[in-house]
């Protein structure tokens, strides 16, 4: 059966929308006024035909700025870090067909980080869409969206009536930053953003956030209980703690209990890294004393943690063998399918649940006195097993450029973008952190290549007064090298340090340990990265020995503008100590697979 000429030119973005009167507005130009109302600065986008309408009604309607890197996954990676850094929705949009489905990964990102983002999505026309029909595709550029995103998103949305609009984009928001925060998609067929209805004024209804839970006073009790029994207590804290702004809490919860804090890659920061309670990362790229702290603990104390794999070990019931585990997380389900066993759940805001307990630990409290030989255990631990270089060769050290850099930015607002490879374990091991100052973004749930470059974008454009630093590797660099056009054409003041020993290294090791070869990850032909930065109009140096890094690394990062700084590490440095599958953490590996 053909279609209709009115169904055709639904999906058909070269149509020109019919003038409107006065009294009558386009759905696009709703979704702009929603964007208005719901106090939206930047929209993140790679322009398509479907989302054309959108983009216009943007510019015609609003003052809202439109950034629109090089690729969908640029756009969406750059939306996240903005995202994170304001503590509210960013907007993502993307055209149909291959536009949403190279946005699938930043969505899946949002989701597993806990993001909170509204995604819109261009989509044929109504008459156009396949729906139910046994056929693979109806219009041009078509994918069921809706499918595709729901079990990576909190909500999937299809319009079809322009009226909607209004509830529906006010629904979207509201979702994406309720509860534990995420990804919306919205799906915008072509006739929907250009069909023309009354122009009433919108008054949306007031949508309360629903009350964080907060923990039973019987389940305090007994934690607080627990912790002034302990002489050899814990705390390992996720990002549900960085998220909550419980940070603050934490820190008086530790310092007057003295319990030392582990944390996961999300909740670095948590604790200051040079506090003397702080233990840094935690897991099987952890340091080993921090993962001896916990595997030899009494009182196990998870705040805003997902206590996965990463985090424990594959052996998740020998994660704290001898200790009471207690729990708490915002999601009920996290708690109810919690990997490691637990002795104590509690279902409650991180910083609502800390500040009552802080409250029943006011009396005077012993724990500092209690636990000092337990910090001279973990401080004999730390001195013995240092996170330190062991110098074999004369090459340069990743952790020598990581360091160099880390004392160059001194005390001012950093944010720290990374990729995943080594080079993100290296940068928590010897970069410090201190929530909200120095801040770490990156791909820790979905561990996506690729993050880096576009995350540092959308960091710069959040905060324009920090220092952004992007350590990268050059396996995951060249996932978004286009990107470097942004940051260029936008003057966007950030510095990239590439990490390169010519592999794909992290999973290069895993398989020389496993397989004793690396025939898809070692011995990579690298490009000169210096020389494409400065194809793209950044300012570039290289940097191969430890004492051209002393001098380089610190110059370049005090120019103006953005740099890009190219270091040739030695290929055969590996991530050491790593925990392996099958062994508890303590009993880690320091041998190299070399």
Known sequence: MEKSVASVSESMPVVTTPPQTAAAISGAEQIALSFVRHAVTHVYLFPGGTIAPIIDAIEM??????????????????????????????????????????????????????????????????????????????????????????????????????????????????LA??????????????????????????????????????????????????????????????????????????????????????????????????????LGLCGYAGGQHTNLAIYNSDLLLAIGTTLHVRQTGSLADRTAPRAKIARIDLDRNELAHSRVPLDLAIHADAKTALGALNDLLKRPATGSVRTQSWLAAIEAWRARFPLSVKRRTTRLKPQEVIAIADRAVGGKEIIVTTGVGQHQIWVPRHFAFDYPSRQLLTSSGHGTMGYDLPAAIGAKIARPKATVLCFVGDGSLQMNLQELAVIAERKLDIKIIVLDNQALSIVAQFQRQNWNSHPTTGDKRNPDFARIARAYGIRSVTVATAASARKLIPAALKRRGPVLIHCRIDPKEELLPMLLGGHTLDDMSFETSF
């Open 61 to 174: 309607r609003t003052r809202i700025e439109i950034i629109c890197p090089r690729t969908e996954q640029g756009a969406g990676f750059a939306a996240l870090a903005h995202a994170r850094l304001s503590g509210k929705p960013a907007v993502l949009m993307v055209t149909s067909g291959p536009g949403v489905t190279n946005a699938v990964t930043p969505i899946a990102d949002a989701y597993y980080d806990n993001v909170p983002m509204v995604v819109l999505t261009g989509q044929v026309g109504t008459a156009d869409m396949r729906r139910s029909m046994p056929v693979k595709q109806r219009g041009f550029q078509e994918v069921d969206t809706i499918d595709l995103v729901k079990p990576i998103t909190k909500a999937a949305l299809l319009v079809e009536d322009a009226r909607d609009l209004p509830d529906i984009m006010d629904r979207a928001f509201f």
């Open 177 to 278: 930053q309720s509860g534990r925060q995420g990804p919306v998609v919205v799906d915008l067929p072509m006739n929907v953003q250009r069909a023309s209805m009354a122009a009433d004024d919108y008054a949306p209804p007031r949508k309360p956030f629903d009350a964080a839970p907060k923990a039973s006073d019987e389940a305090l009790l007994r934690l607080a209980h627990w912790i002034e029994s302990a002489s050899r207590p814990v705390i390992l804290a996720g990002g549900g703690v960085l998220a909550a702004g419980a940070h603050g809490a934490l820190r008086r919860l530790a310092e007057q209990c003295g319990i030392p804090v582990a944390m996961s890659l999300p909740g670095l920061g948590a604790m200051p890294s040079s506090s003397p309670l702080s």
